[in-house]
């Protein structure tokens, strides 16, 4: 009886040291539940992370660093003047890389006929030890004479006369020909003019652009038509010449219900006067809207219905009658699906049909193509409101998760610059109240 006692304990010991591994065995293996397994490593927390390699590529942050961005991505809507009156100054282009001065020689009853500039150019200098070099195929053919003058003055109006450009290597004695040159413009101290220079060359789609700020000067290179196009620029910001400013804010609006933005709450809520003009274009409509109507009272309208997000911000300026582009992307507040759009602008401020107006285009576009274009004719003083655009337009996935009643509203406020000669006794300075009136009524 004892002995079976003994083994009935014994086989409960058993199993119980058996259920007691089991336990064991489950809490060892729970250890490892947590483990990562990536391309065949163990990943835990003291792992160090390996990344693929990068291609040599500009990191995105560098790429668009720039000194320009905080002169030109910053608006003081507190502090806006609708005119200002800035004294004319100097701007000077001066061609680099000409190299060596040539040999004073003297030209007299030279004609040439149907040649190249390089054949011109050889027939010019045969007797000479001087080599021409033609670095490019410049193939135009060019006909003229020149009764007398200096070599220089000769090589300057033959190479004019190709479209080309050319520099003397006095060691090697050659003449190298190009159809590309670099200049240097030395800009004023008024930053609004620089930027005026600055955008319309950059509407002129000039990007190599190199900007010292601190000494105000720019380096550019390009061809003939280059040349001219910013000698153009830069003969047009001149005496009694204005230049148009564009302040802008820019927002994505959500609104709080299943239903859009209702936009003809505006009349009531601000009555039909501030309302002047409405202008549909393709895609969305601009307003033509009272100084009534600004950045902090369409915010206050726009809050009422919807959730506004400001995405972009900043000014840009161009000579009268020109062309330039605002970049969303460029002042954005972080990477959005509306970066991609640009804000083009050619404007002239000046005489429609009896009265003083900014007669402007604003063209909408993306890398796709043109969205939309609005033509605008607007008092000093009047602001636009650009109504309708969908977010849903900048959407390049089959799907997504942004309200399709999600829109882009723009505000933009047109600004004018006179530029005055310095000697006359015009003030350098914003104008306001009745001497805003008198100098618009000159």
Known sequence: MKKNNIKIAGMFCLALFG??????????ESQYDTVNVVDQMVIDENSVPIFPKKAALTTDTARRFSIELPKRCKVDWNNQNVLSVVPEEKIEIVRLDKGDDLPKFNVSDFEFKELTIKQALDKLLDGTDIAVIDDENLNEKITGSIQSGSLTDSLELISKMGKAYYLYDDEAHEIHLSSHAKWLMKMPKDESIIMALLDAMHGADMRNLLVNWQDKTVVFEGNYQTEREVSKIVSDVGSKKYMIAWDIDVYRVYPRTDNPIVWMNMLPAFGDKNVKMSIPGVVGRSLVVSPEINTKTLQEFLSQ?????????????????????????????????????????TAKYGDYAGTKKIDAKIVLRTSVGELSSFKIPSNLGDNYVIIGIPTHSFVTTPETLISPFAELVIFMSPRVISIVDANNNSPAAPLSGDALRDYLND
């Open 19 to 28: 259920a007691t591994g089991c336990v064991q065995k489950q809490t060892q």
């Open 305 to 345: 219905q919807s959730n506004v997000v400001l995405i972009s911000q900043g000014t840009f300026v161009l000579p009268n009658d020109w062309q330039s582009r605002f970049d969303i992307g460029q002042c954005g507040k972080e990477d959005r699906l509306e970066t991609d759009l640009t804000i083009g602008a």
